[in-house]
């Protein structure tokens, strides 16, 4: 199975600081159809999780562009540009390359 | 309006079965992959099961392979879940979602299994 790592685990930020959360996955995420299916949900408090970013640095629709994703191989980041109250919740990345699809452990975001 | 709506969650003792449902609407359900997730309480969220659009393939998560069963009934824009053999572990809310780009874009909000005697 693929492990997805996550760090850190909580993240603590200033409103209107950036955020940087990374994610490394135990083996390359590229498929055979050349593309890397890296994925980034956010999670708010009592919510169901919304998916932010696809194919590493594809933002969904209605996600604000203060979100944005890199990364390749096995080393992705998302990245907040300016942190805002409502971006308060728990981050995961997600690989869909590899049969069983996985999930980091999850990173805790929240206002100092 | 993309909507997914779970249903059939509930107390079950260990060893028993419960079927969830996901009532689909807003798209074209039977041009999509879907999928089920979980999330045990206070805990991430886990990958269960994925169905291709019309059923000829099904993956299943190491740890309810040979006790959950995915399908779907196109006809009934539909997804469920079936689960046997129900352990404590089994214990989450359980998330359906539409699957787009090997993941999913669409969630529902979520129907709790408890299973405990």
């Known amino acids: 199975d693929v492990v997805m790592t996550q760090s850190p685990l909580s993240l603590p930020v200033t409103l209107g600081q950036p955020a940087s959360i990374s994610c490394r996955s135990s083996?390359?995420?590229?498929?055979?159809?050349?593309?890397?299916?890296l994925n980034w949900f956010q999670q708010r408090p009592g919510q169901s999780p919304r998916r932010l970013i696809y194919?590493?640095?594809n933002r969904d629709s209605g996600v604000p562009d203060r979100f944005s994703g890199s990364g390749s191989g096995t080393d992705f980041t998302l990245k907040i540009s300016r942190v805002e109250a409502e971006d308060v919740g728990v981050y995961y990345c997600m690989q869909g390359t590899h049969w069983l699809w996985t999930f980091g452990q999850g990173t805790q975001v929240e206002i100092k | 309006e993309v909507q997914l709506v779970e249903s059939g969650g509930g107390l079950v003792q260990p060893g028993g079965s419960l079927r969830l449902s996901c009532a689909a609407s807003g798209f074209t359900f039977s041009s999509y992959w879907m999928s089920w997730v979980r999330q045990a309480p206070g805990k991430g969220l886990e990958w269960v099961a994925t169905i291709k659009e019309d059923g000829s393939e099904r993956y299943y998560v190491d740890s309810v392979k040979g006790r959950f069963t995915i399908s779907r009934d196109n006809a009934k824009n539909s997804l469920y879940l079936q689960m046997n053999t129900l352990r404590a572990e089994d214990t989450a809310v359980y998330y359906c979602?539409?699957?787009?780009?090997?993941?999913?874009?669409?969630w529902g909000q979520g129907t709790l299994v408890t299973v405990s005697s």
């Open positions: 194919k590493v640095s």
């Open positions: 979602g539409r699957v787009v780009s090997h993941t999913n874009d669409y």
């Open positions: 083996q390359s995420l590229v498929h055979s159809d050349g593309n890397t299916y």
